[in-house]
C-alpha cells in the first residue's frame, strides 16, 4: 500500500542517474492491484514508465518465487544497464529479493551500496557498506546494486510529476503475459512458508 521506505532510496538514486547520463526509469513492483497507487508516487517523484506485476497466481510467493517473478519481468523488459533496489523491506526484513534477481538473471550484484563512484565505458565503481567501514567494488554491467539509506536523500513529488502521475498509463503484467513456470511462482514455487505469526510474550 506504500512505497518501501528503502526503495525510496533506490527510486532517488536512479533519477539520479537518468539526471546525469540519460535514460530511463523504470518502476517495477509484484503486488495487489492496488499497489498501482505506490507506482504513480514513484512516477510523480521522477521515474517515466511504471510497471505492476499482479496476477492471484503470484499469492504466497516468498523471497525465491517473488525473486523469480520479477526477473521475468525484467527479461520482458529486455534491456537495461542497472537495476536499483532497497537494501531490503521493511516488513520481511529479509534482504533476499535483490540478490535473488540477480541470480534469477546471472548478472553481478553488489549490495549495501552507499555511493555510486563512477560509471564508465560497461563497468561501475560503487562504495559498499561493511560493519567497519566501507569497500569500493567495481562491477561490470549490467548489474544489480541494492542500496542503502546513506546513498541520499529522497525528493519530495514536484507539482509537474504529480499531473503526469495522474495521467500515466501503469503497464500490467500477469503470469502468462511473462511465460512464469507456474511451479516457480506462488505457493507452489516457494520452498519457504510461514506457518504462524506471533508476538513474543512480554517479559
Not at 41 to 52: F, K, M, Q, R, V
Not at 104 to 123: A, C, F, G, M, W
Request: net charge neutral; charged share 25%; hydrophobic share 40%.
Amino acid at each position: 500500500s506504500i512505497i518501501n521506505p528503502f526503495d525510496m532510496y533506490a527510486i532517488e538514486e536512479s533519477i539520479r542517474l537518468k539526471e546525469k547520463f540519460g535514460g530511463t526509469v523504470t518502476v517495477l513492483t509484484m503486488g495487489p492491484p492496488q499497489a498501482e497507487e505506490a507506482l504513480r508516487e514513484a512516477i510523480s517523484l521522477g521515474a517515466d514508465e511504471a510497471i505492476l506485476v499482479s496476477d492471484r497466481a503470484f499469492a504466497g510467493s516468498d523471497t525465491w518465487a517473488t525473486s523469480y517473478t520479477l526477473s521475468q519481468a525484467i527479461k520482458k523488459i529486455r534491456v537495461f544497464d542497472v537495476i536499483i533496489c532497497g537494501k531490503q523491506a521493511s516488513d520481511g526484513d529479509t534482504a533476499q529479493v535483490g540478490p535473488g534477481i540477480a541470480t534469477h538473471l546471472n548478472i553481478p550484484q553488489v549490495t549495501y551500496v552507499k555511493k555510486i563512484e563512477e560509471i564508465k565505458d560497461s563497468r561501475a565503481r560503487v562504495e559498499r557498506l561493511v560493519e567497519e567501514g566501507y569497500e569500493v567494488v567495481e562491477t561490470s554491467m549490467p548489474c544489480l546494486l541494492t542500496v542503502v539509506k546513506e546513498i541520499n536523500t529522497p525528493r519530495l513529488p514536484s507539482l509537474k510529476g504529480k499531473m503526469k502521475a495522474k495521467s500515466v498509463q501503469v503497464i500490467k503484467w500477469g503470469a502468462k503475459d511473462m511465460d512464469c513456470d507456474p511451479k516457480q511462482i506462488g505457493l507452489e514455487g516457494s520452498p519457504t512458508k510461514v506457518v504462524r505469526i506471533f508476538n513474543p510474550p512480554p517479559r
